[in-house]
């Protein structure tokens, strides 16, 4: 399984199609950035998925983050295409207020 996110850091911000997406090879890279990013306001980047020697992956300031911060998550097949940013996201994630993350479904249409 492959996972797409982008990490939205406050509400408010608006996710354009233009918006850059990181990936990694499970769920708990993404999980474990977002929480990162909202406590230390500061994280590990993914553009370019998980690198082998993890001291290279590069770092990012996430100054605005803060408990509204949300990470729209596609999950795919390693097979499948990259998701487009304008495709609805399989879930939304936030975090309780003790820094746990909750994952919420994003309901599909009927027949969809």
Do not use: C
């Not at 983050?65 to 990259?82: E, K, N, Q, T």
């Amino acid at each position: 399984m492959t996972v797409y996110w982008v990490f939205v850091p406050r509400t408010g911000v608006q996710v354009g199609a233009e918006g850059t997406m990181e990936f990694a090879p499970n769920l708990a890279v993404p999980s474990s950035a977002l929480q990162k990013r909202v406590k230390d306001k500061a994280g590990k980047v993914y553009y370019d998925g998980v690198l082998r020697l993890p001291k290279q992956q590069a770092v990012e300031d996430f100054p605005t983050a803060d408990d509204s911060a949300r990470m729209l998550v596609w999950r795919r097949r390693a097979s499948d295409p990259v998701p487009a940013l304008t495709e609805l996201p399989d879930e939304v994630w936030t975090l309780s207020s003790g820094g746990r993350v909750i994952r919420h479904p994003v309901p599909r249409e009927q027949g969809h």
